[in-house]
């Protein structure tokens, strides 16, 4: 199985990149295309078009990111309908004789922002989601089961930010939840050094294109 994996494209800002990565990679016999999020940039959904325009031939699923705006998401939806959308959701599907599961969340922080306070967005709102996510992920019956989040799952994969803001950018899902996927996959962090890891036997790679400077591609 080959995965290819990208976050963080903030279309217009990154689409450069995204292509010049994509052109390396179009001819691949691709199985299934994850965004992690953060795909056009400030909410400007409609910049997301060229990107579309060429993974929507791949079996290709997304999350939504923080400046995916909640407001626009369901414009996403209508607007690149090819695509499979997850909000706290799970799909199911088979490759060949192998089931596989997908859960999909924009993710948990430890700490919401400061903007996302004045918002009304508190821990009870993020414990609440990873108790959701945790949910999902026992109840996947799939062979392989992977978790798309686009805030960080582990602060493993998020050493060179700053560790001041690791709480803004993710919460430790997998050193904590009773149900673990075999493959976990993240973006929002843009500067970290630090893009795989094991954690608790799971495969973690932060995908975001500014960290990375290419998509990822990962066998199983």
Not at 176 to 204: D, F, M, N, Y
Request: proline share 3%; with cysteine; glycine share 6%.
């Amino acid at each position: 199985m080959l995965i290819a994996a990208t976050s963080d494209i903030h279309s217009p800002r990154y689409l450069t990149q995204f292509f010049a990565s994509f052109n390396l990679i179009r001819n691949l016999s691709i199985d299934i295309f994850l965004l992690a999020g953060d795909l056009a940039n400030e909410g400007e959904y409609i910049h997301f078009k060229p990107v579309y325009d060429v993974l929507k031939r791949f079996r290709t699923i997304a999350v939504f990111g923080n400046e995916d705006f909640r407001e626009n998401r369901d414009s996403y939806k209508e607007t690149y309908p090819d695509i499979k959308w997850l909000e706290e959701d799970i799909v199911e599907f088979e490759l060949g004789d192998i089931l596989v599961s997908i859960i999909g969340s924009d993710g948990v922080l430890e700490e919401p922002t400061k903007w996302q306070k004045l918002n009304g967005i508190d821990e009870n709102y993020y414990r609440e989601k990873a108790r959701k996510i945790e949910d999902l992920l026992c109840k996947a019956r799939g062979d392989v089961k992977l978790l798309l989040t686009h805030y960080a799952c582990t602060f493993m994969t998020v050493q060179g930010e700053k560790k001041s803001i690791f709480p803004h950018l993710g919460y430790r899902i997998l050193e904590e939840t009773s149900c673990l996927p075999h493959l976990a996959i993240h973006g929002h962090a843009h500067h970290s050094k630090v893009t795989q890891g094991l954690v608790r036997g799971v495969r973690v790679y932060n995908v975001a294109l500014p960290a990375n400077h290419k998509i990822v591609l990962i066998r199983l």
